[in-house]
């Protein structure tokens, strides 16, 4: 889990939810020396934990949509997701910093397909 | 075939957040890498490497055939996972470049574990060279 250690969850607002990094974390040490910038694999991660704590059960992706990375997220930046459900098996994900998108994808999740 | 690359030197990214332990084969437009799975990296989740594991491998696959530049994903327009590989299992992912403009790659890589493929993704690499002072 990387919630609770890499980064928090400070607000939740209708599945919408608003995070902030622990710059400390080791992560940033590796990713990159003297540059820290959140890994967009990390982000794919996050989202795979939140949609977990919106349903309420583990959730894996199992597939990835039209996934772009458009600005670099440092440890700083309070980060907002909205998640919507766009099919039955499907997440969409935006991550927002002071209302600009620096990510968005789509997540097929296994669960939720059976 | 005994020929040793250097991961640190075709690559930005440092501990704990290196995803592939040697580099088999690399030049302009391929590069192929394994990566043995570890309860201690730091994407595993309950015993296994989550799509999120699994991409920064292939990102990290990728940005081999970068050697000297900052290579980062621009874009993953698809990926699929068959199986999540497991801690103690190799990974092998091969990336074959399909087309090129300017400074982006358009890749398409197949990760497998003892020939069977686990995982397959096309996506955008984007490189910055550092030739402004040439």
């Known amino acids: ?114 | 075939m005994c020929k040793r690359y250097d991961i640190a030197s075709y690559i930005p990214q440092r501990p704990p957040f290196v995803f592939i332990d040697t580099i088999e084969e690399v030049d302009a437009k391929g590069a192929r890498t394994r990566f043995a799975i570890s309860e201690s990296c730091p994407l595993v989740v309950d015993g296994i490497l989550p799509l999120s594991g699994v991409m920064e491998n292939v990102a990290q696959t990728c940005a081999t055939m970068a050697k000297g530049a900052i290579a980062y994903i621009g874009e993953v327009k698809q990926m699929e996972v068959l199986r999540f590989p497991h801690v103690g299992e190799i990974v092998c992912t091969e990336a074959k470049v399909l087309q090129e403009w300017l400074n982006i790659l358009l890749v398409e890589c197949t990760t497998q574990v003892n020939d069977e493929t686990i995982a397959i993704a096309t996506l955008k690499i984007a490189t910055i060279t550092d030739n402004a002072a040439k």
């Open chain 1, 1 to 114: 889990m990387l919630q609770n250690s890499l980064y928090y969850i400070v607000r939740n607002d209708q599945n919408v939810y608003t995070i902030r990094f622990d710059a400390s974390h080791p992560i940033f040490a590796g990713h990159f020396p003297e540059h820290p910038i959140v890994p967009g694999a990390c982000l794919v991660q996050i989202a795979e934990e939140l949609a977990a704590a919106t349903y309420g059960h583990a959730v894996r992706f199992t597939a990835l949509r039209n996934l772009r990375f458009s600005r670099p997220i440092i440890p700083n930046q309070e980060v907002t997701i909205p998640i919507k459900q766009t099919e039955e098996n499907a997440l969409n994900f935006q991550f927002l910093v002071s209302n600009s998108e620096y990510a968005r994808f789509t997540a097929l999740n296994e669960c939720l397909y059976r």
